[in-house]
Structures are given as C-alpha cells and as structure tokens.
C-alpha cells in the first residue's frame, strides 16, 4: 500500500496542525468551568430551592381507581400491604394514604 507524495504531504500537515492545535486545551477547559459550570450548577441549586419553597406539600386527593394497586397476592414481607420501597407520606394503599399527619 503506497500513499502518493500528495497524499503523505497531506498526511503530515494534518498530523502537524493537530499537535500544535491541543496547546492551552487545559487552560480552555479550565476557564469554561470556572465561568459557565460552577454558575449554572449556582443557578440550578437556586431554582430547586425556590420551586421547594413554592410547592405545596398537601397530598392530591386519593381517588380509588380500580386499575391501580391492584393486589393479587400479598407483598412477601410486612404485613403484605405495602410494597418494599412504601412511602407513607406519598404512596396511597389500596384503600386511600394510611394517616391525615402528612
């Protein structure tokens, strides 16, 4: 397989033009952290917090639909009743939420 000088000068320029191009990536890199990376995580933390502080924290109204939580058998744990992961604050059992303290 042999290249034509053409294509061999080519080859060189291309692999000279990308040894030189990679100088101050670091320093690049470095600069697009400090001034765009650390502000938009800034600014993200502060939209979380002001959409936390905005939510109500009343739990929706439980409707029993009868396509949802529908138990066949029991969970093999507990009582049965509640799944694994049972979040009492957010997961309604069968019959509604278990207490009016959330």
Known sequence: ????????????VFAAASHSSHEGGARTWKILTIVLA????GVCMANAYMKMQAHSHESPEFVPYSH???RTKKFPWGDG???LFHNSHANPLPDGYEGSDH
Request: cysteine-free; hydrophobic content about 50%.
């Open 38 to 41: 650390i502000p938009g995580v």
């Open 81 to 83: 009743n509640h799944s």
């Open 1 to 12: 397989m042999s290249l034509s000088p053409a294509a061999l000068a080519a080859r060189r």
């Open 68 to 70: 949802l939580r529908i």
